[in-house]
C-alpha cells in the first residue's frame, strides 16, 4: 500500500510506501520540508489540489460574448438565461482551508514524549498490585516449608548429650580433675520467662536432683546442668541440638582479683539467672557460646 500527498507550497504530487508515515522529506520541486501524512490525510490534500487546478481551469476559460442577437422569429423563443457563478461565490461558499498546514501539525512528534496505549497503562497497573501478592504468597510458602523442615531435622535430631572434662593447670603444666564444678548450658536463641534463682546452682552445694524447681525450670527453656564427677568428666543432657551458651564454674579455683567479671558477662549471665554475680561467688569461670 502506498501514500499519496501533496506538496502545500507547490502543489508537487508524491506517492511513498506506508512505512513512510511520518517521515520527514524534502520537497524536490520548492525545497519545503514536509511531514509524510496518513493516507486519509494525503488522500484529502490531492482532492483539495485536483479541486484547485479544475478552479485555475475555469477561471481561464474566456466568458461567452455578451453580444445581444436580435431574436429571429422563425427560430422560436430566445434561450432561458444561464447564471454563472463568479470565483468570489466559490469562495464564499466553499472556502480554501490549509489542510497541508494543519496536517502537519496533527502529526508533529514530540521527541520527549511516548505513545502508550491505554491498555498496556491498564496491564501495567494489574502487574502492579498482583505481582507484589504473588512473591508475598510465595515468600510466606517458602518460609513456612523452611520452617517445617527446620522443626523435622530437630525432631529426628532429637535430644543430645555434651560431654567434657575440667581441670586445672597448675604451674608445671600438670593437669589436676576440678571435682565438683558446675556445668550449665542455656539456649542462645531462647530464654525463661523467669530467670532462674542461683542458690542451688552455686558451686559446693549438693548436686540437683530431675524433680527440683531448678532442674525441671533449665530442662523447660532447652537448658541442662550437671557437676564434674572426681575425673572432672560432665555429660549434660540436652533436647536438640544448637547454639548454647557454655558456664563452667570452677570448684577448687578462686578467680585473681583483678579478673573481675565484665558487665557484658554479667548481662549475658544475668539474662538466664539472678543474680549472675551471686551465682560466680569468687570461683574461677568460664562463660562462651557453643555450637
Excluded at 218 to 238: K, M, P, S, T, W
Amino acid at each position: 500500500m502506498t501514500i499519496e500527498f501533496a506538496c502545500h507550497q507547490c502543489d508537487q504530487r508524491f506517492r511513498v510506501a506506508d512505512d513512510k508515515y511520518g517521515a520527514r522529506l524534502k520537497c524536490p520541486k520548492c525545497a519545503s520540508q514536509l511531514t509524510v501524512p496518513s493516507r486519509e490525510i494525503g488522500a484529502t490534500q490531492i482532492a483539495v489540489r485536483n479541486a484547485n487546478r479544475v478552479r485555475q481551469h475555469t477561471h481561464s476559460v474566456e466568458s461567452p460574448s455578451s453580444a445581444t442577437v436580435p431574436p429571429d422569429a422563425t427560430q422560436g423563443p430566445p434561450p432561458l438565461p444561464v447564471m454563472s457563478v463568479t470565483p468570489a461565490a466559490i469562495g464564499s461558499v466553499a472556502p480554501n482551508i490549509d489542510i497541508h498546514e494543519r496536517a502537519e501539525r496533527a502529526l508533529a512528534i514530540d521527541p520527549t514524549r511516548v505513545s502508550v496505549p491505554r491498555r498496556v497503562i491498564y496491564a501495567q497497573g494489574i502487574l502492579l498490585v498482583v505481582v507484589p501478592l504473588i512473591t508475598f504468597a510465595l515468600g510466606t510458602w517458602f518460609g513456612l516449608l523452611l520452617s517445617r523442615t527446620a522443626d523435622t531435622a530437630q525432631a529426628v535430631a532429637g535430644p543430645c548429650e555434651f560431654t567434657g572434662r575440667i581441670v586445672l593447670l597448675d604451674d608445671r603444666m600438670g593437669t589436676t580433675a576440678d571435682r565438683g564444678a558446675v556445668v550449665l548450658l542455656v539456649p542462645q536463641d531462647d530464654r525463661p520467662e523467669q530467670r532462674l534463682p542461683v542458690d542451688r546452682l552455686k558451686t559446693g552445694e549438693p548436686r540437683l536432683q530431675p524433680d527440683e524447681l531448678e532442674f525441671r525450670a533449665l530442662q523447660v527453656f532447652g537448658g541442662g546442668y550437671d557437676v564434674a564427677d572426681i575425673n572432672g568428666e560432665f555429660r549434660v543432657r540436652l533436647p536438640v541440638p544448637g547454639k548454647y551458651y557454655l558456664l563452667v564454674i570452677s570448684r577448687n579455683a578462686t578467680r585473681p582479683r583483678h579478673l573481675a567479671p565484665t558487665p557484658q558477662e554479667l548481662a549475658g549471665i544475668g539474662r538466664y539467672f539472678l543474680p549472675a554475680i551471686d551465682l560466680l561467688g569468687d570461683q574461677d569461670y568460664k562463660w562462651e557460646p557453643i555450637e
